[in-house]
């Protein structure tokens, strides 16, 4: 019995299965998303927490958030400075980061994330 | 405690302390564990997996030797259990698609007891269910990871992100398939640590690949729910990879990256030399995927070659007289 033709056939299937994040790209990569911050974002320098710790942790702080302020009702959050911020994902990180399809669409689409913030958060308007 | 395992746990720890290592001292260390050592694994296992596979298409299987569940193909009043024992190709190709999509041959696992002054069978479901709950968890873990290796991401992978994380549960959200993999590789390797024969007939190679697939999991839930990477960073560095424009990113990842990268890069490099080959070889296995037929058709050898006989008739012509002679019986005169 000679069952090679199926076999290569076989093995055909796996290099094309196991290869295809190599053909699917076509090996070529767009430049990966560069945050972009509105004038206001960059006129206020800081944010609640250091830059590179909020590009990790944001939307940890996000659940934080909610939590304290849905369940436990404090609406304060005080940062590693003292300084007070209204804890408000609509209110106060958008007020400076107004540009959502900017700041948070483009990173967000590109790790293929979907927050669900959105489907009870509304968004400021952008203003062009 | 067994040698086995302790070696083998040893092993996974101290790989994935190299790493950690080498992401920390930076600069060239971070090209050989991003760049060139994941590289090096996928070619190893592309080609190894190739090999491996031809060389068992190398070996000759003149008969068919189906491991048969049910009765065969007879008479017409008699009931053929058609898929445990099939006689025919579509018969097999449902066999093998029930056995590699559900795993039936486990299913059928047993413990045979001695009970009081007798003989007892007890059907057990526990090694499918983890084996189950450990494969399938994988599978959607690595569509998952080709978030990560695609651009732009095709539908299916936030088809499959949305069913995995269906529990809503914290930011970002938790996965199911990720806890299923570790809880099941864990189980798994309970299974071997725990029950005594299991664990005398349990090998350093039982050991390696479930330290080292507990390893993975437990890197990745760490970074992703706990002490965090750099995500927009890493999709750069991966897709720098399947591109084969290969960099390493400016700014910090996180050096646990670089240990789940380089445990990845083991495990796979490590597949066509070991029990993982099953991947490929479940396919394979002649005592599934062949048609017990042997009753109603002839399958010849394809390599007998012609032999040379010499009948009885022969013998007699040669020997007649002097059968005749010593009184022996002949059949012609």
């Known amino acids: 019995m000679n069952d090679k033709p199926k076999i290569i056939l076989g093995l055909i299937v796996f290099v094309a299965v196991f290869t295809f994040p190599f053909w699917y790209n076509h090996l070529s990569a767009s430049a990966p998303p560069k945050v972009e911050l509105t004038e206001k974002a960059k006129a206020a320098k800081v944010c609640v927490a250091e830059k590179e710790f909020m590009r990790r942790e944001h939307m940890q702080i996000l659940d934080q958030w909610r939590d304290t302020v849905v369940r436990e009702g404090k609406t304060i959050y005080t940062d590693e400075n003292g300084k007070e911020y209204v804890a408000s994902l609509s209110n106060t990180c958008m007020d400076c980061h107004s540009n959502k399809a900017e700041f948070c669409d483009k990173c967000h689409t590109y790790t293929s994330t979907d927050p669900y913030c959105w489907d009870c958060h509304r968004y400021p308007e952008e203003k062009k | ?55 068992w298409a190398k070996s000759p299987v003149p008969f068919r030797i189906p491991s048969t569940c049910g009765q065969q193909q007879s008479m017409e009043w008699i009931k053929q259990s058609k898929i445990d024992n099939p006689s025919t190709f579509i018969g097999v190709v449902i066999r093998m698609f029930l056995e590699i999509v559900l795993f039936r041959s486990l299913f059928r696992n047993s413990r045979v007891e001695i009970r009081g002054d007798r003989l007892s069978y007890k059907w057990v479901i526990w090694l499918w269910l983890f084996a189950i709950m450990f494969h399938y968890s994988f599978l959607a873990v690595v569509i998952r990871h ?186 012609k005169e």
């Open chain 2, 146 to 331: 080709l978030r990560f290796f695609t651009e732009p991401v095709p539908f299916f992978i936030p088809l499959i992100e949305k069913v995995d994380g269906i529990l809503q549960v914290g930011l970002p959200i938790y996965y199911i398939s990720g806890l299923t993999l570790l809880a099941g590789a864990t189980l798994l390797l309970l299974r071997r640590v725990l029950i005594p024969k299991i664990n005398y007939i349990s090998q350093a190679a039982d050991y390696f690949p479930l330290f080292l697939i507990i390893g993975i999991a437990f890197t990745g839930i760490m970074m992703r729910y706990f002490t965090k990477v750099d995500v927009v960073r890493i999709k750069e560095m991966t897709m720098g990879l399947v591109t084969l424009h290969p960099g390493i990113p400016e700014g910090p990842i996180g050096g646990l990256f670089y240990v789940h990268l380089f445990f990845v890069s083991i495990l796979v490099a490590y597949i066509p030399f070991s029990k993982l080959m099953h991947m490929g070889g479940v396919f394979l296995s002649p005592t599934r995927n062949l048609a017990n037929n042997s009753r109603a058709k002839r399958h010849i050898n394809p390599w007998n070659y012609p032999v040379k006989v010499h009948t009885y008739e022969e013998y007699e012509d040669d020997f007649r007289e002097k059968m005749i002679e010593a009184g022996l019986p002949v059949e």
């Open chain 2, 1 to 55: 405690m067994n040698v086995n395992y302790l070696s083998s746990l040893a092993a996974v720890i101290i790989l994935g302390l190299i790493a950690y290592a080498g992401a920390q001292s930076g600069g060239f260390y971070q090209v050989l564990f991003g760049i060139f050592i994941p590289y090096l694994a996928v070619l190893v296992f592309i080609l190894g997996f190739i090999n491996r596979v031809m060389d």
